[in-house]
């Protein structure tokens, strides 16, 4: 049922696809070999799915006496309505065997060097969230414990870390490592019951759901508030992702903070929307207040410029900001008034460009 690409495989795709790269490093004195995608175009998908293209989501070969190990992350699958086979339509007659919460945090997956166990994110060994998951693990035996017995088992576990450091768009307010699914490495087929154990062992595995009918997942996200969503795993293993509109919602605020997004807000007095979901410790709400400041610094810095300004006469005035940045701004607000120069700030910070020169970012 999924198709599982050797190297060579992985290779070939990478080397007829724009959309698929592979990532060399080393690690521990090991070559490595990461392969991901730039874009998620179903169609390139599509196109080479006979050679396993949809395992190329963080897939990792680890070479070992001249011999590659391959190590599956989770296959690719699309949202509800992103792609042909991933639509309403086709799905409403199908029926879901399983329902379990989607988690938002770092994707993570072990692999298993001398023994020993690491954890990568979907393209680093030396990622922030990697180090941190090696670090949970040492200090949690029944987490090592249970990752060896599935190697043994010739099955990798996947996990999801969650910090508020690392906050993508939900709000955890604690740092852990969350079981999300189990595959064979040989067959990649997924172990759909294997909360049971892992919950005896005592890991912590993403919330399961009873199992509704597609179109009561759909109307159960309109009001959902507290989780991203759902997968769904139908019958016939077709994977669904099913987002609730609040975090589709926040995932608009949040997905990639931009400057110009962020002064748009200030200026429209709606940067109370970031303050409410960043939880205070993640890196995003550092960056939010870095961007928060520096604008009102230069706004006020400014307004207080352009008052003094519009005071002068117009011969004066001229001569002292005929070569100054902002003197277009100045003129104006001279002209008109200085209710005017929010409305200027706002125009000239309304895209990247210009939000990164307003704010002197390098």
């Known amino acids: ?37 730039k874009q998620a175009k179903f169609e390139e998908f599509e ?15 680890i070479k070992n006496d001249k011999k590659w190990k391959r190590f599956l992350a989770l296959h690719k699958f699309f949202e509800l ?25 770092s994707l993570l997956q072990p692999v298993l060097i001398d023994g020993k166990i690491y954890f990568k994110t979907k393209l680093s060994f030396e990622a922030y969230q990697a180090k941190r998951a090696n670090e949970i693990m040492l200090k949690n035996p029944a987490i090592k414990r249970y990752i060896l017995d599935k190697f043994k088992e010739n ?21 852990d490592l969350i079981l999300i699914q189990v595959r064979d490495l040989k067959t990649g087929e997924y172990d759909l019951e294997f909360e049971k154990e892992a919950k005896r062992e005592g890991l912590l595995c993403a919330k399961e759901f009873e199992i509704k009918s597609l179109k009561e997942f759909i109307k159960l996200a309109e009001t959902k508030k507290d989780i991203e969503g759902w997968i769904l795993i139908f019958e016939d293993m077709k994977f669904v992702k099913v987002k609730t509109d609040e975090y589709l919602r926040r995932h608009k605020l949040l997905g990639k ?22 939880n205070k410790k993640s890196e995003k709400y550092e960056y939010f207040r870095e961007i928060e400041n520096k604008f009102w610094e230069k706004y006020n810095k400014l307004k207080k410029e352009a008052k003094k300004a519009i005071k002068l006469p117009k011969k004066v005035f001229k001569k002292k900001y005929a070569f100054h940045p902002y003197y277009e701004l100045f003129a104006m607000c001279k002209n008109r008034g200085m209710e005017e120069f929010d409305g200027w700030i706002k125009k000239h910070t309304a895209r990247f460009k210009g939000a990164k020169k307003f704010l002197e970012l390098d």
């Open 257 to 278: 903070i931009q400057p110009h997004e962020i002064i748009a807000a200030i200026l429209e007095k709606r940067d109370y929307e970031y303050k409410e979901i960043l």
């Open 155 to 175: 099955k990798i576990p996947v996990f999801e870390y969650i910090s508020p450091k690392s906050q993508v768009v939900m709000d955890y307010g604690k740092e």
């Open 47 to 61: 196109k080479f799915k006979d050679k396993g293209s949809y395992e190329l989501r963080g897939l990792t070969f």
């Open 1 to 37: 049922m999924f198709i599982l690409p050797s190297k060579e495989d992985a290779d070939f795709i990478v080397g007829h696809s724009k959309q698929f790269f592979r990532k060399d490093d080393n690690f521990l004195d090991r070559q490595t070999a990461v392969y991901h995608y």
């Open 81 to 105: 309505n992103q792609a042909p086979g991933w639509m309403e339509e086709d799905l409403k007659n199908k029926k879901i065997i399983k329902a379990a919460e989607k988690i938002d945090g």
